[in-house]
């Protein structure tokens, strides 16, 4: 009597388990069918960048390596130079060095002039450690504050 | 379309016979395959939508080519054999597999229209047949010189005897109610009354069970139990002759499937469509059961899977037996 309780309640157990499975064999996937659907990365905060801002068509990074003191993985490099008569320093060279970055935001926060954002690439992945060093001014192309076009 | 094919055939100097035999082999190996084929692709895709994925999609539409392609790239793979194994055993073993598989398969009535499948003693075959493809298993395990190989022969050898007798107990007491070993009598009677599934529904879950535990599937996958035994009985085996064992167990699924439609679920009896067609159906919900199952439920400790055999099983059919025996004595 005893053996054939057991039984019953394993048999019932096991059809459970069926209908839990059942269930789930008609409801929608949750997974993405990745190269052909991404992700929403709208609010994705991915490696910094530099905005472009749109009254000048360009960034608005000062070298004055904020970014570079706080950052506490010591990611940031940042080089300047002064344009001729100019007070100003426009940046000649950024470079971040992801492997080490840890995403804390802390340069984006401390950034005088703004112009640290975080991207929306989430998708980062490369074959060789010296890929890992973004370029951030790579961009932008020639800065027209150092060639005298922008005052 | 046959007709005109076999008298083609017969034309090429094989005579009527030889060109009926061979037209028949080639539709049934024929349908074996693509039967594989999908059935790989339903495991996979209902894996998948069990555990809310898509599975395969890439290659065609809903990834319905996708097992084509593996089969293809199965074909092009190198066959290594391993320096210690027992070659000629070793070569042999995935032929064996699949050629009692065959036998079963062209023993299943159709629709009590075709000549084969008409023995006197047709259950009897079958159940002998299908006894047979795990000693194939067993020369897999032994000839790779593997212990994780023999281990997997040795446990699919213990647990196919212990769940053939279940299945058998099952089976005869069918046989008890429809007064024949022959697999058209058993559907004939069927479409007299009702299937058997209703008369017998304790006989019908234990031959479920048996079967499940008989085509090496999970809860009973102990053989290839691929988190303690690697790959189990075929953990040696590469390209074609590893997808030999996938072939195998793949179309023992739906032929012991098929048998357990004819005996327990009316066969090819049905309304509206043609027998082969409702006998297809019946097998093919089996078999969907099957792969449900194996996504749901755990695997048993090999203790646990004798035990469940010998002290539940075995003694549960024999009592059902017996009272079957008393039931159909006292009709008479």
């Known amino acids: 009597m005893k053996l054939a309780r057991r039984v019953w309640i394993g048999a019932k157990s096991l059809l459970i388990g069926l209908g839990v499975t059942g269930r789930h064999l008609f409801r929608k996937p949750v ?85 640290l954002q975080y991207s929306k690439r989430y998708d980062e992945a490369m074959y060789t450690r010296p890929a890992t060093v973004n370029d951030l001014l790579g961009p932008f192309g020639e800065d027209p504050y150092l060639t005298g076009k922008l005052k | 379309m046959l007709a005109g094919a076999r008298d083609w055939l017969a034309g090429l100097g094989l005579g009527e016979f030889g060109a009926t035999v061979l037209l028949g082999v080639a539709l049934i190996m024929g349908y074996l395959t693509f039967n594989v084929l999908f059935l790989i692709w339903l495991e996979r895709k209902v894996s998948a939508h069990i555990q809310r994925r898509f599975g395969p999609m ?99 050898v213990s647990q196919v ?15 008890m109610i429809a007064q024949s070993l022959n697999l058209r009598e058993i559907v004939a009677a069927q479409a007299r009354g009702v299937p058997f599934a209703l008369l017998q529904p304790v006989a019908a879950v234990l031959f479920f069970i048996g079967i499940t535990a008989e085509t090496n599937r999970a809860p009973f996958d102990i053989p290839e139990a691929e988190s303690e035994l690697v790959g189990g009985f075929h953990t040696e085996y590469s390209g074609m002759r590893f997808a030999m064992f996938f072939f195998a167990e793949y179309t023992n699924m739906l032929v012991l499937a098929a048998l357990g439609a004819t005996l327990f679920l009316g066969g090819w009896l049905g309304p509206w469509l043609p027998g082969p067609v409702w006998l297809l159906l019946k097998a093919y919900a089996i078999v969907f059961v099957m792969i449900w199952m194996r996504w749901t439920f755990p695997r048993l400790r090999f203790d646990q899977l004798m035990t469940f055999a010998w002290k539940l099983l075995i003694p549960v059919a024999l009592v059902n037996l017996v009272i079957t025996a008393f039931a159909v004595g006292g009709r008479r």
């Open chain 2, 161 to 175: 005897i212990a769940y053939e007798i279940p299945i058998l107990l099952a089976a005869l007491s069918v046989v």
């Open chain 1, 31 to 115: 997974t993405l069918q990745y190269p052909h659907e991404k992700p929403d990365a709208s609010r994705w905060g991915g490696p910094i960048e530099l905005r472009t801002f749109p009254e000048t068509g360009t960034h608005d990074c000062i070298a004055c390596n904020a970014c570079t003191r706080i950052c506490p993985s010591e990611c940031i490099y940042v080089e300047g130079k002064r344009p001729e008569g100019s007070k100003k320093m426009r940046a000649t060279l950024f470079t971040l060095d992801f492997s080490t970055c840890s995403l804390c935001g802390l340069c984006v926060d401390v950034c005088p002039t703004e112009t």
């Open chain 2, 58 to 156: 890439e290659v065609g539409p809903h990834g319905s080519l996708q097992t084509v392609a593996d089969m293809v790239k199965l074909l092009g793979k190198q066959i290594l054999t391993p320096v210690a194994t027992d070659k000629f055993v070793y070569i042999l073993a995935p032929v064996l597999v699949f050629v009692p598989t065959l036998c079963l398969a062209s023993l299943i009535p159709l629709s009590g229209a075709e000549a084969f499948a008409n023995l006197p003693y047709g259950l009897v075959v079958l159940i002998a047949l299908s006894g047979i493809s795990v000693l194939a298993i067993f020369m897999a395990g032994w000839a790779s010189n593997n212990k994780y190989a023999v281990l997997g022969g040795m446990r699919s």
